[in-house]
Protein backbone atom coordinates (compact mmCIF):
# COMPACT_ATOMS: atom_id res chain seq x y z
CA UNK A 1 0.00 0.00 0.00
CA UNK A 2 2.62 2.03 1.08
CA UNK A 3 4.44 0.92 -2.45
CA UNK A 4 1.16 1.92 -4.50
CA UNK A 5 1.01 5.61 -3.37
CA UNK A 6 4.08 6.56 -3.53
CA UNK A 7 4.23 5.29 -7.06
CA UNK A 8 0.91 7.47 -8.04
CA UNK A 9 2.75 9.86 -6.26
CA UNK A 10 5.76 9.90 -8.71
CA UNK A 11 3.59 9.84 -11.53
CA UNK A 12 1.85 13.16 -10.30
CA UNK A 13 -1.17 11.46 -9.45
CA UNK A 14 -1.63 13.34 -6.35
CA UNK A 15 -5.09 13.08 -6.25
CA UNK A 16 -5.51 9.22 -6.16
CA UNK A 17 -2.19 8.35 -3.81
CA UNK A 18 -3.57 10.75 -1.16
CA UNK A 19 -6.89 8.34 -0.32
CA UNK A 20 -4.54 5.56 -0.58
CA UNK A 21 -2.27 6.48 1.96
CA UNK A 22 -4.50 7.34 4.19
CA UNK A 23 -6.44 3.77 4.12
CA UNK A 24 -3.25 1.91 6.39
CA UNK A 25 -3.29 4.24 9.25
CA UNK A 26 -6.88 4.76 8.83
CA UNK A 27 -6.90 0.61 9.41
CA UNK A 28 -4.16 0.02 11.85
CA UNK A 29 -5.12 3.85 14.07
CA UNK A 30 -1.73 4.73 15.86
CA UNK A 31 0.30 1.61 16.05
CA UNK A 32 2.11 0.41 13.16
CA UNK A 33 1.72 -3.26 11.94
CA UNK A 34 4.63 -5.25 13.43
CA UNK A 35 7.45 -4.60 10.81
CA UNK A 36 5.70 -2.12 8.88
CA UNK A 37 7.40 0.82 10.41
CA UNK A 38 8.79 2.41 7.47
CA UNK A 39 5.80 1.63 5.56
CA UNK A 40 3.54 3.29 8.04
CA UNK A 41 5.74 6.29 8.01
CA UNK A 42 5.21 6.42 4.46
CA UNK A 43 1.81 6.80 4.42
CA UNK A 44 1.39 9.14 6.99
CA UNK A 45 3.80 11.96 5.00
CA UNK A 46 2.38 11.01 1.66
CA UNK A 47 -1.05 12.17 3.46
CA UNK A 48 -0.04 15.42 3.75
CA UNK A 49 3.19 16.10 1.92
CA UNK A 50 2.34 19.01 -0.59
CA UNK A 51 -0.97 19.57 0.13
CA UNK A 52 -1.43 19.89 3.64
CA UNK A 53 -0.86 23.41 5.45
CA UNK A 54 1.41 23.85 8.25
CA UNK A 55 -1.43 24.98 10.56
CA UNK A 56 -3.64 22.03 9.83
CA UNK A 57 -4.15 20.02 13.94
CA UNK A 58 -4.22 16.65 11.23
CA UNK A 59 -0.95 17.64 9.36
CA UNK A 60 0.99 18.20 12.18
CA UNK A 61 -0.25 15.43 14.28
CA UNK A 62 1.11 12.56 11.35
CA UNK A 63 4.25 14.67 10.88
CA UNK A 64 4.57 14.96 15.14
CA UNK A 65 4.57 11.00 15.01
CA UNK A 66 6.51 10.16 11.50
CA UNK A 67 8.99 11.99 13.62
CA UNK A 68 8.64 9.36 16.67
CA UNK A 69 8.28 6.54 14.31
CA UNK A 70 11.51 7.58 12.27
CA UNK A 71 13.65 8.15 16.06
CA UNK A 72 12.34 4.74 17.31
CA UNK A 73 13.60 2.16 14.48
CA UNK A 74 16.55 0.74 15.60
CA UNK A 75 18.05 -0.52 12.19
CA UNK A 76 19.31 1.81 9.27
CA UNK A 77 16.89 3.62 7.06
CA UNK A 78 17.06 3.45 3.35
CA UNK A 79 17.98 7.32 1.93
CA UNK A 80 14.99 9.29 2.11
CA UNK A 81 14.81 11.92 -1.17
CA UNK A 82 12.84 14.89 -0.14
CA UNK A 83 11.15 16.01 -3.25
CA UNK A 84 7.75 17.39 -2.82
CA UNK A 85 7.82 20.58 -3.56
CA UNK A 86 8.40 24.40 -2.41
CA UNK A 87 6.42 23.91 0.11
CA UNK A 88 7.59 20.65 1.41
CA UNK A 89 6.19 19.83 5.20
CA UNK A 90 8.21 16.42 4.71
CA UNK A 91 11.71 19.08 4.75
CA UNK A 92 10.32 20.21 8.51
CA UNK A 93 10.59 16.66 9.71
CA UNK A 94 14.54 17.07 8.83
CA UNK A 95 15.74 20.44 8.27
CA UNK A 96 12.44 22.95 10.32
CA UNK A 97 9.90 24.83 9.54
CA UNK A 98 9.45 26.67 6.10
CA UNK A 99 9.81 30.28 7.47
CA UNK A 100 13.90 29.37 8.10
CA UNK A 101 14.21 28.42 4.11
CA UNK A 102 11.51 30.01 2.39
CA UNK A 103 12.29 33.73 0.44
CA UNK A 104 9.31 35.49 -0.34
CA UNK A 105 10.05 38.07 -3.54
CA UNK A 106 6.93 40.50 -3.09
CA UNK A 107 5.03 38.77 -5.85
CA UNK A 108 1.95 36.49 -6.16
CA UNK A 109 1.71 34.60 -9.48
CA UNK A 110 -1.35 32.35 -10.65
CA UNK A 111 -2.56 30.43 -13.93
CA UNK A 112 -5.47 28.82 -15.11
CA UNK A 113 -7.34 27.53 -18.52
CA UNK A 114 -8.83 30.11 -20.05
CA UNK A 115 -10.96 29.94 -23.76
CA UNK A 116 -8.74 30.89 -26.45
CA UNK A 117 -10.60 33.66 -27.51
CA UNK A 118 -7.52 35.47 -28.76
CA UNK A 119 -5.97 32.96 -30.68
CA UNK A 120 -2.48 33.01 -29.78
CA UNK A 121 -1.26 30.10 -32.02
CA UNK A 122 2.14 28.87 -29.85
CA UNK A 123 2.21 32.33 -28.68
CA UNK A 124 1.84 34.65 -25.81
CA UNK A 125 0.41 38.43 -25.11
CA UNK A 126 1.35 40.39 -22.06
CA UNK A 127 -0.83 43.05 -20.50
CA UNK A 128 0.78 45.20 -17.20
CA UNK A 129 -0.11 47.96 -15.39
CA UNK A 130 1.86 48.82 -12.50
CA UNK A 131 2.29 46.21 -10.24
CA UNK A 132 -0.09 43.68 -11.92
CA UNK A 133 0.10 41.82 -15.33
CA UNK A 134 -1.80 39.69 -17.03
CA UNK A 135 -0.73 37.14 -20.35
CA UNK A 136 -2.58 34.80 -21.97
CA UNK A 137 -1.38 31.94 -24.09
CA UNK A 138 -1.46 28.93 -26.49
CA UNK A 139 1.76 26.47 -26.38
CA UNK A 140 0.02 23.19 -27.65
CA UNK A 141 -1.86 24.24 -30.78
CA UNK A 142 -5.07 23.66 -29.33
CA UNK A 143 -7.39 26.31 -30.90
CA UNK A 144 -9.90 25.68 -28.35
CA UNK A 145 -7.54 26.41 -24.96
CA UNK A 146 -5.34 28.86 -23.83
CA UNK A 147 -3.70 29.16 -20.28
CA UNK A 148 -4.01 33.12 -18.29
CA UNK A 149 -0.89 34.26 -16.27
CA UNK A 150 -1.53 36.30 -13.47
CA UNK A 151 0.86 38.22 -11.59
CA UNK A 152 1.03 40.97 -9.05
CA UNK A 153 3.30 42.96 -6.64
CA UNK A 154 1.77 42.49 -2.89
CA UNK A 155 2.97 42.55 0.98
CA UNK A 156 2.72 38.56 2.08
CA UNK A 157 -0.74 37.31 2.30
CA UNK A 158 -2.24 34.74 4.57
CA UNK A 159 -4.01 32.23 2.87
CA UNK A 160 -5.11 28.57 3.09
CA UNK A 161 -3.64 26.84 -0.06
CA UNK A 162 -6.76 24.58 0.08
CA UNK A 163 -9.08 27.20 0.12
CA UNK A 164 -9.40 27.68 -3.75
CA UNK A 165 -12.69 30.38 -3.58
CA UNK A 166 -10.45 32.53 -1.01
CA UNK A 167 -7.52 32.60 -3.80
CA UNK A 168 -9.91 33.26 -6.77
CA UNK A 169 -11.25 36.21 -4.40
CA UNK A 170 -8.08 37.80 -3.85
CA UNK A 171 -7.51 37.60 -7.79
CA UNK A 172 -10.72 38.92 -8.09
CA UNK A 173 -9.32 41.63 -6.04
CA UNK A 174 -6.53 42.58 -7.25
CA UNK A 175 -7.43 42.48 -10.98
CA UNK A 176 -10.67 44.56 -10.19
CA UNK A 177 -10.71 47.13 -13.09
CA UNK A 178 -8.03 46.39 -14.47
CA UNK A 179 -8.51 47.04 -18.71
CA UNK A 180 -7.29 44.87 -21.84
CA UNK A 181 -8.92 41.45 -21.49
CA UNK A 182 -9.09 41.17 -17.89
CA UNK A 183 -13.29 40.93 -17.80
CA UNK A 184 -12.71 37.80 -20.04
CA UNK A 185 -9.84 36.38 -17.67
CA UNK A 186 -11.62 36.94 -14.66
CA UNK A 187 -14.93 35.23 -15.84
CA UNK A 188 -13.13 32.00 -16.82
CA UNK A 189 -11.21 32.74 -13.66
CA UNK A 190 -14.72 31.90 -11.75
CA UNK A 191 -15.14 28.58 -13.70
CA UNK A 192 -11.80 27.17 -13.56
CA UNK A 193 -11.17 24.06 -11.63
CA UNK A 194 -7.68 23.54 -12.55
CA UNK A 195 -6.37 27.08 -10.58
CA UNK A 196 -2.14 27.26 -9.30
CA UNK A 197 -1.99 30.24 -7.33
CA UNK A 198 1.03 30.63 -4.46
CA UNK A 199 3.97 33.49 -3.26
CA UNK A 200 7.00 33.58 -6.17
CA UNK A 201 9.55 32.85 -4.41
CA UNK A 202 12.82 30.26 -3.98
CA UNK A 203 13.89 28.23 -1.23
CA UNK A 204 17.45 28.52 0.68
CA UNK A 205 18.91 25.76 2.52
CA UNK A 206 22.29 25.94 4.47
CA UNK A 207 23.07 22.25 3.47
CA UNK A 208 20.96 19.71 0.79
CA UNK A 209 21.22 17.14 2.83
CA UNK A 210 21.32 15.74 6.68
CA UNK A 211 22.25 12.34 8.03
CA UNK A 212 20.62 9.88 5.52
CA UNK A 213 18.17 12.12 3.65
CA UNK A 214 18.13 14.63 0.96
CA UNK A 215 16.57 17.29 -0.57
CA UNK A 216 15.73 17.04 -4.57
CA UNK A 217 14.26 19.54 -6.45
CA UNK A 218 11.70 22.65 -5.32
CA UNK A 219 12.08 20.77 -1.93
CA UNK A 220 15.97 22.01 -2.04
CA UNK A 221 16.63 24.85 -4.38
CA UNK A 222 13.27 26.15 -5.47
CA UNK A 223 11.90 28.68 -7.58
CA UNK A 224 8.32 29.44 -8.43
CA UNK A 225 8.76 30.07 -11.63
CA UNK A 226 11.60 31.54 -13.91
CA UNK A 227 14.61 29.25 -12.25
CA UNK A 228 14.22 26.40 -14.71
CA UNK A 229 13.03 23.88 -11.63
CA UNK A 230 12.14 21.08 -13.97
CA UNK A 231 15.35 21.09 -15.71
CA UNK A 232 17.61 21.43 -12.53
CA UNK A 233 15.04 18.66 -10.43
CA UNK A 234 15.98 16.05 -12.94
CA UNK A 235 19.72 17.17 -13.16
CA UNK A 236 20.03 16.66 -9.75
CA UNK A 237 17.78 13.36 -9.25
CA UNK A 238 20.58 12.10 -12.17
CA UNK A 239 23.22 13.04 -9.58
CA UNK A 240 21.61 12.14 -6.42
CA UNK A 241 20.70 8.23 -7.73
CA UNK A 242 24.76 8.04 -9.48
CA UNK A 243 26.67 9.10 -7.09
CA UNK A 244 26.11 6.18 -4.29
CA UNK A 245 26.73 4.06 -7.11
CA UNK A 246 29.90 5.60 -7.80
CA UNK A 247 30.69 5.49 -4.02
CA UNK A 248 29.95 1.87 -3.46
CA UNK A 249 27.01 2.77 -0.83
CA UNK A 250 28.27 5.02 0.78
CA UNK A 251 25.90 7.72 1.15
CA UNK A 252 28.30 9.86 3.73
CA UNK A 253 30.72 10.11 0.39
CA UNK A 254 27.73 10.36 -2.37
CA UNK A 255 25.99 13.01 -0.62
CA UNK A 256 29.18 15.37 -0.10
CA UNK A 257 29.29 14.93 -4.05
CA UNK A 258 25.57 15.81 -4.70
CA UNK A 259 26.17 19.21 -2.48
CA UNK A 260 29.46 19.85 -4.55
CA UNK A 261 27.81 19.42 -8.22
CA UNK A 262 24.25 20.73 -7.18
CA UNK A 263 24.61 23.36 -5.24
CA UNK A 264 26.30 26.27 -7.48
CA UNK A 265 24.18 25.34 -10.23
CA UNK A 266 20.64 25.09 -8.38
CA UNK A 267 21.71 28.83 -7.40
CA UNK A 268 22.87 30.32 -10.71
CA UNK A 269 19.54 29.06 -12.31
CA UNK A 270 17.50 30.44 -9.46
CA UNK A 271 19.31 33.92 -9.89
CA UNK A 272 17.44 33.71 -13.23
CA UNK A 273 14.91 33.61 -11.71
CA UNK A 274 15.08 36.30 -8.99
CA UNK A 275 13.21 39.21 -11.41
CA UNK A 276 10.12 37.19 -12.48
CA UNK A 277 7.78 39.69 -10.50
CA UNK A 278 9.09 43.10 -11.45
CA UNK A 279 9.95 42.13 -15.06
CA UNK A 280 5.95 40.73 -15.26
CA UNK A 281 4.41 43.50 -13.20
CA UNK A 282 6.89 46.74 -13.03
CA UNK A 283 5.74 49.16 -10.22
CA UNK A 284 5.35 52.04 -12.58
CA UNK A 285 4.70 52.99 -15.62
CA UNK A 286 7.76 54.18 -16.57
CA UNK A 287 9.24 51.06 -15.07
CA UNK A 288 6.64 48.94 -18.14
CA UNK A 289 8.05 51.58 -20.60
CA UNK A 290 11.22 50.51 -20.03
CA UNK A 291 10.70 46.61 -19.72
CA UNK A 292 8.81 47.08 -22.95
CA UNK A 293 11.65 48.62 -24.77
CA UNK A 294 14.57 46.31 -23.33
CA UNK A 295 12.42 43.51 -24.73
CA UNK A 296 12.12 44.71 -28.02
CA UNK A 297 16.07 45.34 -28.33
CA UNK A 298 16.66 41.73 -26.99
CA UNK A 299 14.06 39.84 -29.11
CA UNK A 300 16.27 41.52 -31.77
CA UNK A 301 17.87 38.39 -34.11
CA UNK A 302 21.75 39.73 -33.05
CA UNK A 303 20.31 40.10 -29.54
CA UNK A 304 18.27 37.18 -29.60
CA UNK A 305 21.19 34.73 -30.08
CA UNK A 306 23.19 36.31 -27.31
CA UNK A 307 20.22 35.94 -24.68
CA UNK A 308 19.76 32.77 -25.81
CA UNK A 309 23.27 31.88 -24.50
CA UNK A 310 23.09 33.51 -21.69
CA UNK A 311 20.08 30.98 -20.35
CA UNK A 312 22.27 28.32 -22.10
CA UNK A 313 24.47 28.46 -19.71
CA UNK A 314 23.09 29.16 -16.49
CA UNK A 315 21.22 25.71 -17.35
CA UNK A 316 24.21 23.76 -18.65
CA UNK A 317 26.90 25.21 -15.95
CA UNK A 318 27.20 21.64 -14.42
CA UNK A 319 29.62 18.69 -14.73
CA UNK A 320 27.87 15.34 -14.92
CA UNK A 321 30.04 12.28 -14.42
CA UNK A 322 28.84 9.00 -16.44
CA UNK A 323 27.29 6.63 -13.90
CA UNK A 324 27.21 2.62 -13.87
CA UNK A 325 23.86 1.31 -14.96
CA UNK A 326 22.70 -0.68 -12.06
Known sequence: MAAL????????????????????PAAVDDAPPEGLTEEYVLCLINTISGGADDDDPAAREHLDRAAVLLGSLHHQLCLPFIADGLHSLTRRLAFGDESRYLRFLDHYVAGFGVPDELGPDRTARLYSEPGRAIAVGNYDGDPDRAAALLVFRSEKLEFDRRDVAAQKRILAERFAGMGWETPMVLKALERADDLYFDAIAQIHVDRLTKGRVALLGDAGYGATMGGMGTGVAIVGAYVLAGEPALAGGDHRTAFAEYETRIRDFAKGCQKISGNAGPFFAPPTERRIRSRDRMYRILSSRPLARFFKKLTEKAATDVKLREYPRP
Open 5 to 24: SWFWRLRGLHGDQVPLAREL
